[in-house]
């Protein structure tokens, strides 16, 4: 499960960032474990789609990826999975 929220910073000339927390279903660890978050404008057009991963996932872990493009996005959707 993955949950995520957009970074929104002051200066609108800086990246935006997912910030992802993933939270692992059993006791074992497992890793590496790869997730997709895709970066939306208002109308939930899709504006870019990024992979990132955390090396490990032992109950929770916390990762991020970054958007460089323009237009800003509005919100983000991440799960896990590779793309």
């Known amino acids: 499960m993955a949950e995520a929220r ?3 910073p002051s200066d ?11 939270h ?6 497992a890793g590496p ?3 997709i978050c895709r970066f939306l404008d208002g109308a939930g057009a899709v504006l870019e789609q ?5 090396p490990a996932l ?3 872990a916390e990762g991020s ?14 799960r896990v999975g590779a793309p």
């Open 6 to 8: 957009l970074g929104q």
């Open 12 to 22: 609108s000339h800086e990246p935006q960032r997912a910030h992802v927390i993933l």
């Open 24 to 29: 692992g279903d059993g006791p074992g660890g």
């Open 33 to 35: 474990v790869a997730f």
């Open 50 to 54: 990024v992979a990132g991963s955390v």
């Open 58 to 60: 032992s109950g929770r």
């Open 65 to 78: 990826v970054t958007y460089y493009g323009w237009p800003r996005a509005s919100r983000v959707a991440c």
